[in-house]
């Protein structure tokens, strides 16, 4: 899905979901879609942070649309599980929970094995297999700089292109939102080295596996991968208490 990335004036964002520079207004037959591309962009990219609460009216200027409009835009990015609405205290970027955080790891526990498990196709040989190359590489190059941000945009990369090899243009939506959802959570890791160099040649050894036809193995040390992953998450998730204020 493309996304329209926040214009530099998002580094203003303020507290509480307040902006304190304008962004160009948007077309107004694309006006929802493109809030919420605005808003999208800025969630993920860090500009707004997990439990921000959004202010209509300041958004709404920064980005000449109406309550309406904003509105809808709010309701696609909770359909995507990115933003929440709490009843008489407005909306909020989510903060996803423990039991969400199990939840995802869950669905990608079923995706991303079962598409290593699946025979090879030309298509994915052609196109997915080279790409996949490309994003081990970029991981690599990441950790020897120490640039902890490209490592989790390779690594992210890979995991993306692991479900792509199912062929399934639905459940490639399914992982995109899933992997929203999770940059929310990794931006409380986003620091921290420590987490994300070790996946860089996990995923290398997993790429090797797949090219020379060991696909249960490539599965299992994926399987084994995530379950650590998981473990790490929720071991460095805050006290869940008053998420959101």
């Not at 160009?24 to 609460?53: C, V």
């Not at 990115?82 to 205290?89: A, C, K, L, M, Q």
């Amino acid at each position: 899905m493309s996304q329209r990335q926040p214009p530099r004036s998002t580094s203003a964002l303020g507290k509480g979901g307040h902006v304190t520079e304008s962004a160009p207004t948007l077309k107004r037959a694309h006006a929802g879609k493109g809030a919420a591309d605005w808003l999208r962009a800025a969630i993920l990219g860090g500009q707004l942070r997990p439990g921000t609460k959004l202010s209509e009216q300041s958004l709404g200027e920064t980005l000449g649309v109406s309550r309406n409009t904003l509105r809808e835009a709010f309701a696609v990015l909770g359909a995507e599980r990115i933003v929440t609405r709490i009843p008489n205290r407005g909306v909020f970027v989510a903060q996803p929970s423990r039991a969400d955080v199990q939840e995802m790891y869950r669905i990608r526990c079923i995706l991303e094995p079962a598409a290593l498990l699946q025979e090879r196709t030309p298509a994915a040989g052609a196109t997915i297999e080279p790409e996949l190359a490309a994003a081990v590489q970029q991981g690599l190059a990441a950790r020897e700089r120490h640039d902890v941000p490209g490592m989790a945009a390779a690594n992210q990369q890979f995991h993306a292109l692991v479900v792509a090899l199912a062929g399934s243009s639905r459940l490639d939506t399914l992982m995109a939102h899933v992997q929203s959802e999770m940059r929310l959570v990794f931006h409380a890791m986003a620091a921290d080295p420590a987490f994300h160099a070790p996946f860089s040649s996990q995923n290398a050894e997993i790429l090797a596996l797949w090219r020379h036809g060991q696909r249960a193995q490539a599965a299992a040390n994926l399987s084994n991968y995530l379950a650590a992953a998981q473990e790490q998450v929720l071991a460095a998730m805050p006290h869940e208490s008053g998420r959101f204020s």
